[in-house]
């Protein structure tokens, strides 16, 4: 498979329902009865301190699928390779399960990290100065499965999940039961909070053994983490970095490197834009057993992009 091939999308226009103001703005902007002030109002001499940012954040509030727009972006390879700083720790490739995170390849460019990291996406941790975001690999129910979604239900918890948590309250208040292919959902961490991660991109990736558009799907919805990643920073006021997950190329049956493929593309163009909050992504791959098929191929495709 080509590093280069032609992969065309529509790309994502932003639903940005939490850009709007709060009900207390409104009522502010409004000046009282008929937005007049009366003769007895004094102005005030009290400097006003801004809300404080809301640290739970309880559910999205946006719509789960991202639209695409009307004009299609291609995107083919990652630009100039040149303007890459890249790194290849080949010999950390575990020969077992392994038990830490380690770097196995790094692209930096302009500010921006790229990373191809050999480990659990349970183990990710954040830091105080940023906004960390882990990437899930769900089902449409957000209620916890198997594989990835079982192991990071077993480390953050039920708070996150379907049907009494975080997604449950959501899936409720959208009157549904599940989310189709190409969701994003985000939720708070759960007990992951622990590890200074502070939200769960729950992503719906396409089952390749039915349907179509497959590689569209994984597209937009690759892209929708990012997105939403980046409205996280803006709500904070801070650096995001987002840690992701070979979505659709477990038991949903994709190619792993097609996976690979998109994830990196999508990766380095939305970085590219210079627009946004999210600064470093990482691609975290654990295989079970020694072989480390999935890392590999993902080793093989950050070669072709990168090198």
């Known amino acids: 498979m080509s590093g280069s091939r032609m992969l065309t999308v529509g790309f994502v226009a932003v639903f940005m329902g939490m850009t709007g103001c709060s009900d207390d703005q409104k009522n502010t902007d409004s000046g009282g009865s ?9 102005p005030s001499t009290t400097s006003q301190e801004p809300e404080p940012v809301d640290m739970s954040f309880p559910t999205d509030k946006d719509p789960p699928i991202l639209p695409e727009a009307a004009a299609q972006t291609a995107i083919s390879g990652v630009g100039d390779k040149n303007r890459f700083m890249v790194k290849l720790f080949e010999d ?14 790094q692209a930096t460019w302009s500010g921006y990290t790229l ?3 050999s480990g659990d996406i349970t183990k990710e941790a954040g830091a105080t100065d940023k906004v960390s975001i882990i990437q899930n690999a769900a089902n449409g129910s957000l209620a916890g499965g198997g594989g990835v979604d079982g192991a990071i239900k077993k480390a953050a918890g039920d708070t996150p999940y379907a049907p009494n948590g975080d997604a449950g309250v959501y899936l409720k208040g959208q009157n549904k039961t599940s989310v189709p292919t190409g969701s994003v959902v ?6 992951l909070k622990s590890q200074q991660v502070d939200y769960i991109a729950h992503t719906v990736g396409p089952n390749c053994g039915s349907g179509d558009e497959h590689e569209k799907n994984l597209m937009i919805a690759s892209k929708g983490v990012l997105v939403k990643s980046d409205k996280m920073g803006e709500r904070h006021k801070k650096e995001v970095h987002v840690s992701q997950v070979p979505v659709s190329a477990g038991i949903f049956g994709c190619p792993v490197e097609k996976t690979a493929e998109i994830q990196m593309q999508v990766a380095v ?7 946004g909050r999210v600064k470093t992504v990482r691609l975290v791959v654990m295989d079970v057993g020694g072989e480390q098929k999935t890392l590999k191929s993902y080793v093989k495709v950050f070669k072709s992009l990168f090198k």
């Not at 008929?34 to 004094?42: A, H, I, P």
């Not at 575990?94 to 390849?105: K, L």
């Not at 163009?269 to 627009?275: C, I, L, P, Q, S």
């Open 269 to 275: 163009a939305h970085m590219d834009k210079g627009e």
């Open 115 to 117: 990373e191809l990291v």
């Open 92 to 105: 950390r490739i575990p020969t077992a399960q392994p038990t830490s995170n380690q770097v196995i390849a």
């Open 34 to 42: 008929n937005g007049q002030k009366t003769s007895q109002q004094q």
């Open 186 to 191: 985000m939720t708070v961490s759960g007990n």
